[in-house]
């Protein structure tokens, strides 16, 4: 017995009768720093055992001992007589070399000293590689022994390892770690090592090489070595690209009065922050997902029902949580009744739809005079993970099977062609003058799986052929205006997640809300279908005096109304103002009034000689009286003299996320020409610099860039007195900024304890008026924060169980910086320092009492005080 009167603990051999035979690879999925064990997730022991393997403290500090460079026996002695303090730990490796018995002495004298300090002691660390066997507790648990902690090294990918035939079936990668491990740069790694992970060459990603471990780095450079538990760790694709693509076997969660229910087997694709799911059953909800994929990492997760298939988004806070996710081809979680196993497999069909559908295409037979008779043309909005596209036509209300568009005759043929991810439109001639036709359009991505067809477009009569007699009328565009609503599909409406369009200050490409590859609509998202309407000839320079939009017997059909289909007054804003916000022809200043009924805006801006435009989406601010909005794009390039013009239009988007028609046009005057510029300019792409008004500019192809600051009165740069005043007041905000931003430097005391909190503000309450910096007026009631607050420990619970306290104050501290009404706190994940038992905060003290009352890595229930209603977390 210690002088606590508790049982020394005990570490196990190899040859111990219980110990397994075999040595498993993991990895630490969580680890209790403060309590010193955690758990380790393997395939091979959740396949054996069906969970985690627990990773008692004295394994754990075993490990860590040894990697710091302790011999084991001096490990075992140091582990027995809980004599693992840090300067004990440094004189034990120091004295290493010298034999067991000097590096005891070495580690009593220190420990001694420094009266065990044992708060720095060598740890293990979440992520780390692991050896590990494993024995049986009482209970018949499985528990790590005899583990090993293995050097995670850093390498790139020279070429990935592939499954397709005709391929190398075994990647490489380099590393300069790699030589001192195995006595080599260029380390091989097979399909297995990387999971689920689909790499390409520059990749960069850790791996750890096992057997060089086991048997010495002479011995391994003989032998060709191998990469094992192969993970992502940056990467310069595109964010739209496919990070994997498998099957989710996914158990259903049990209930009690329910019998068991089979496995699921859903299609998925993976990307940089989200995964999409594909054939949900109907009674597959949001929570039911959710208690699988909150304990991953993920921040929600929406269901929509499509036509023949249901398809669920599940969003993830960032691409490393993706990233670990694929790496793992096993995921243990816990329900309410049980541990559940859910497993990444092979794609099981690559050939089914396993994506959402695009909206539905556009067909027009306005094409210019010299078309032949028989043509269409088909325009559909682009999506940013696609690589090819296939469209299909056929009779308007025939049950024919689909003919597709052939990319070189623009003729329909019966075999499948695909157009290249550039095109948003074709051509299609060779048709029936007299039949109406309609089309449907289907997307593939790089790991060649496809998407659902979409729905058909509105019936089309192909072009009769030019009449001599014919004339377009004067100032009209020969084809629909590129901006009218009608070339967009409703938005999406989800009996639990109502549509709300994405307010963005720094986007561009708006995302349509009604796709399932869509982020929760407070989050906007690069990977939906960009909301562009049909392309068109390039429209003539007219003068701001044109009238707009063209008659209705010109377009073929009337133009929308105001008013949304929910019946909402969406009216458009008045033409916008366009000027230059620069000296150098970079940005540009995009100014209209305020619309009372805007919930956002879109800004559609483009070269007045152009049909190719962008979008920006823009947040209302409050719209008052004579309130005008500003959008300044940025990364323009400038033209030759007298310098480039550009058209825009706005347009309102309403509070159910339906969009007005669009403001009538306004024009830029000729921006400042190449000439006059002093700084970089462009190639065919975007600008790469920025103008002086501080605008950025997107590089190559990237698009350009809008930071849509709120609109205030110019000052005059003429006068010295101003520009001081700007200039002191611009030093005094961001050392405001940066004291609000600083973390408690002090460490936790005698006496005291750290406390972590989010603070929910409501109208409820006596004092000064309900505001913080998420919203000016504080509308909802303590009823409706204390349920909001509610929601928050459900989740951050969840966290608890299946990560620890560790994954516990990292997801409570990213709640308090998006959810937290505290102006200071949130800045900082919601730390409050040191606190002692007597310490009033937020005019009383209740929330010291309650720090106090906390266990150490838990979170208490809803605490009210004089501010509102707060969640409160000791982690110190």
């Not at 051509?427 to 003058?433: R, Y």
């Not at 109406?436 to 799986?449: D, N």
Request: proline letters at 9%.
């Amino acid at each position: 017995m210690d002088k606590d009167g508790k049982a020394p603990p005990s570490v196990a051999n190899a040859d111990d009768e219980d110990v397994s035979r075999e040595v498993y690879l993991g990895v630490v999925k969580s680890y209790n720093d403060r309590r010193g064990f955690g758990f380790l997730a393997c395939a091979e022991t959740a396949d054996r055992f069906g969970r985690d393997v627990y990773m008692p403290k004295a394994e754990a500090t075993m490990a860590a001992l040894l990697a710091a460079g302790v011999d084991r026996e001096t490990a075992i002695s140091m582990v027995m007589t809980g004599n693992t303090g840090a300067s004990a730990s440094s004189a034990a490796a120091a004295a290493a070399c010298l034999g067991p018995d000097a590096a005891k002495a070495a580690a009593a004298a220190a420990e001694k000293k420094e009266d065990g300090d044992k708060s720095t002691a060598p740890r293990l660390a979440e992520e780390d590689l692991v050896f590990f066997r494993v024995r049986r507790s009482v209970e018949g648990y499985p528990q790590a022994v005899c583990v090993q902690r293995l050097q995670k090294l850093t390498g790139t990918v020279v070429h990935p390892p592939s499954t397709q035939p005709g391929q190398p079936q075994h990647g490489a990668l380099t590393s300069d770690e790699a030589v001192a491990v195995c006595g080599r740069r260029e380390v091989s790694m097979e399909v297995e090592a990387c999971g689920q992970l689909r790499l390409v060459p520059g990749d960069v990603v850790t791996f750890c090489i096992p057997e060089a471990e086991a048997e010495g780095a002479a011995s391994a450079a003989a032998k060709e070595p191998f990469a094992k538990m192969v993970s992502l760790t940056c990467t310069a694709r595109v964010t739209g690209s496919v990070l994997g693509c498998f099957t989710l076997d996914l158990p259903r969660t049990r209930d009690e009065p329910m019998a068991a229910r089979p496995n699921l087997r859903l299609p998925c694709h993976a990307f940089g922050d989200k995964l999409v799911l594909a054939g949900l059953p109907g009674d597959l909800d949001e929570a039911e997902l959710m208690k699988f994929f909150s304990k991953q990492g993920a921040s929600s997760a929406i269901v929509a029902h499509a036509r023949t298939c249901s398809f669920a988004s599940v969003s993830f806070s960032s691409f490393g949580e993706i990233a670990k996710f694929l790496a793992r081809t096993a995921h243990a979680y816990a329900d309410e009744k049980g541990t559940l196993i859910a497993r990444l497999l092979p794609l099981e069909a690559p050939d089914m739809a396993t994506l959402p559908a695009l909206p539905a295409p556009s067909l027009t037979s306005n094409l210019p005079e010299e078309a032949e008779p028989g043509s269409l043309m088909v325009y559909w909005s682009p999506l940013v993970l696609a690589v090819a596209y296939s469209v299909e036509l056929r009779v308007a209300g025939s049950t024919a099977p689909w003919s597709s568009v052939d990319v070189a005759s623009k003729r329909l043929v019966a075999t499948t062609n695909r157009f290249d991810s550039n095109c948003s439109s074709c051509k299609v001639t060779g048709l029936q003058l007299t039949a109406a036709y309609e089309a449907r359009v289907s997307y593939f991505t790089e790991c060649g799986t496809m998407s659902e067809s979409s729905e058909a477009s509105e019936p089309c009569v192909p072009s009769q052929g030019a009449s001599k007699d014919a004339k377009p009328p004067a100032h009209s565009p020969k084809l629909p205006p590129a901006s009218l609503s009608e070339a967009y599909p409703k938005p999406f409406s989800h009996p639990s997640h109502p549509s709300h369009p994405s307010h963005s200050s720094h986007s561009s490409h708006s995302s349509h809300p009604s796709h399932p590859l869509s982020s929760h609509p407070s989050h906007p998202s690069h990977l939906m279908p960009a909301h562009v309407p049909p392309p068109t000839s390039p429209w003539p320079w007219t003068p701001p005096g044109d009238v707009y939009p063209p008659a209705a017997d010109v377009l073929g059909y009337s133009p929308p109304t105001w008013r949304s289909p929910s019946g909402l007054v969406v009216p458009p804003p008045a033409a916008p103002e366009l000027c230059p916000a620069d000296e150098f022809g970079f940005a540009l200043s995009v100014r209209w009034p305020a619309v009372l009924q805007a919930a956002a805006y879109v800004v559609e801006l483009r070269e007045a000689d152009t049909s190719v435009f962008e979008r920006f989406v823009r947040s209302a601010p409050e719209a008052k009286l004579g309130t005008l909005v500003e959008l300044r794009v940025g990364g323009l390039r400038p033209g030759p003299p007298p310098g480039r013009i550009y058209m825009a239009q706005v347009r309102t988007v309403g509070a159910d996320g339906w969009e007005s028609i669009p403001s009538a046009p306004g024009w830029s005057p000729p921006l400042p020409a190449l000439e006059e510029t002093s700084g970089p300019t462009s190639g065919a792409g975007a600008a790469g610099a920025a103008g002086a008004a501080g605008a950025a500019g997107a590089a190559g192809a990237a698009g350009l860039s809008a930071d849509a600051a709120p609109w205030q009165p110019e000052r005059s740069t003429k006068d010295p007195l101003a520009k001081s005043l700007e200039v002191e007041e611009r030093r005094r905000i961001e050392e405001e900024k940066k004291q609000a931003e600083k973390l408690p430097e002090r460490a936790v005391q005698k006496g005291e304890a750290r406390v972590w909190h989010i603070l929910k503000k409501h109208r409820d309450f006596f004092g000064k008026p309900a505001k913080s910096w998420r919203q000016k007026d504080i509308t909802w009631s303590k009823k409706e924060a204390k349920e909001a607050l509610k929601n928050l420990k459900f989740k951050l619970e969840n966290v608890a169980y299946g990560g620890g306290a560790q994954a516990l104050q990292k997801k409570f501290e990213n709640y308090a910086r998006a959810e937290s009404d505290d102006d200071i706190s949130a800045k900082v994940g919601g730390d409050l320092g040191p606190i002692t038992k007597r310490r009033k905060l937020f005019g009383g003290y209740e929330i010291s009492k309650t720090t106090f009352e906390l266990k150490i890595g838990t979170i208490s229930d809803i605490v009210e005080s004089t501010e509102g209603v707060h969640l409160v977390g000791r982690f110190e």
